[in-house]
């Protein structure tokens, strides 16, 4: 892992009226890392994303991804990272292979790179088979992961995923991560929101955010260690109650 | 362009796949033609006359018998007094009652003038205006054989007028009113489906992932447009075959010019569509607010009504109303062959408005969460 860091936040303040969902955030997350954003419902955490995905405008604060400036160059942002939404969005009516050539057409793909990626990413899904099938009639869990796929096709130096796992059965979430670590291994860093806590334990960092703050930011373990807990859940709870 | 292209080609795969849009799409124009081009007619086919009496002579029966063998009056009833005729206006049995009174007859042979009296039913002042032209023109019919048969065969009236009608020569209403529909349609079509279409995506919530790929405004733009652009224009062709087979729509100008304008007029049919797609958050907001719309610039679009004859202020508000533009042109193409030059300014004025349209469309679509 080299020691670049691929996102810089830093005093990120974003204020909806009187609301202020995210208040003086600041941290850095480098190449290849899984982050594992927590934090309760309505704690600022989709809010953050969507800053750093380009999709909305901070109040103030600096904010850099894959180097480029999220206030000056939100598009520049756009063609380096992937994202994953928490509602499910690709194209219901669409198959999973009109998908995977939507969005690589969107993303400037040649048709060549198109078939390449579809047919090496639906491989390692073992979904190569149903590459014809209308998404409405597939699982949730081949949904999400397709999902993560599409997000995945362009080769993006980051990927955020906003609650990717929720409503999904335990083995359809193992092979997501597994997924997500195949992806980091490549060299791709993770951002990750998620509120199965024993996924937290998988992430290299991870931040904890209570009422549009981060209350902790640090590896699993130690965090673990400076706070006395026994598991990420019971920090969680510890900090989440206070 | 590439990008375009695969949205395009999106569009399309979806719009094809749409069990429910798809036969509306074919179904809407053959059924708004056939019904609406037969049914909304300003033609009274069938005027219900009840006949009041009084005479009871030969000369009063040839009368009666003047309506009676028109093709638009139909003799159902008769009465013995006023009264009852008026009864049947009441109860809308009959549209009109013609009331000869006693000595009618006698009167036109002595004093070589006569009194009849009409009662039309005016719930519906336009039908009545029509009936009331209908019987001046049978009476004044009546009148002449009877001025031929007393002053002999040389007879002819000082000045006499004689009507020649330009454009639709027959006074055919359905040809008046086949182009207005096909305006109605292009426009719902275009209109409806494009504002429908993104505003689904924001339901969905698959407009976000759009938002965070670095497609560009205009390219999204563009890419949603085109598709009802084409679909629209079809809707006009079809339309124009149906109105060719079916009702003997005459064509006078060029099928270019036409197709040239609807060009014209789609980019601020479907601008409205997407400015208004733009500020909404629901399919059921979209549909609320564009049926005001429309129900509004049908209405004062000229369709059922000139719209010089409207009061200024309402003249003066079409000039927003893009219906009123095309149902001028499209009437001024098809029956009279007006050119590129007879139709310049509206030309100009629908580029203008697409301009505004478009650009209010553009600054109001973020791509933002």
Known sequence: ?242 | MRTIGFLIQKEFIQIFRNKTLLPLIFAVPILQLVILVNAATLEMKKIDMTVVDKDMTSTSRQLIQKFDGSPFYQVDKARFSVKNAEADLKDNTADIVIHIPHGFEDDLLDEKEADVQFLINAINNTAAGLINAYTTSIISDYNNKILAEQIGKKFELPVEINYRYFFNTQLDYNIYMLPGILVILVTIIGMFLTALNIVREKELGTIEQLNVTPIKKYQFIIGKMLPFMVIALFELAFGLVIGHLFFNLPMEGSYAVLFLFTLVYLLVALGFGLFLSAISNSQQQVMFVMFFFMLTFILMSGIFTPTESMPEWAQTVNVINPFAYFMKVIRMIILKGSGLADIRHEIYSMLIYALIILSLAIWRYRKVA
């Not at chain 1, 088979?129 to 949730?140: K, V």
């Open chain 1, 1 to 242: 892992m080299t020691n670049k860091n691929i996102i810089e936040v830093e005093n990120l303040v974003k204020k909806f009226g009187k609301f202020t969902a995210n208040d003086q955030l600041s941290f850095n997350v480098k190449k290849g890392e899984i982050l594992g954003f927590l934090g309760a419902n309505g704690a600022g955490k989709t809010t953050a994303i969507k800053i750093l995905c380009g999709i909305s405008a901070p109040t103030s604060g600096k904010v850099s991804v894959a180097g480029f400036d999220a206030v000056k160059h939100p598009e520049r942002i756009k063609q380096n990272i992937g994202y994953m939404s928490q509602k499910f969005s690709l194209y219901d009516d669409l198959t999973i292979s009109e998908n995977f050539r939507f969005f690589g057409g969107i993303y400037g793909l040649s048709r060549k790179q198109i078939r390449q990626r579809t047919g090496e990413l639906l491989q390692r899904l073992d979904l190569y088979d149903y590459r014809n099938r209308i998404l409405r009639s597939l699982p949730l869990g081949w949904k999400q992961k397709l999902a993560f796929s599409v997000a995945i096709m362009h080769d993006p130096q980051v990927v955020f995923l906003d609650e990717p796992t929720s409503g999904v059965d335990p083995i359809t979430r193992r092979q997501f991560w597994e997924l997500i670590y195949e992806a980091s291994e490549e060299g791709k860093t993770i951002f990750v929101t998620t509120h199965y806590m024993d996924e937290a334990e998988y992430c290299d960092t991870v931040s904890m955010m209570v009422a549009g703050q981060i209350r902790a930011f640090g590896k699993p373990r130690e965090l673990k260690e400076e706070y006395d807990v026994a598991s990420i859940n019971n920090l969680f709870i510890k900090l989440a109650r206070n």
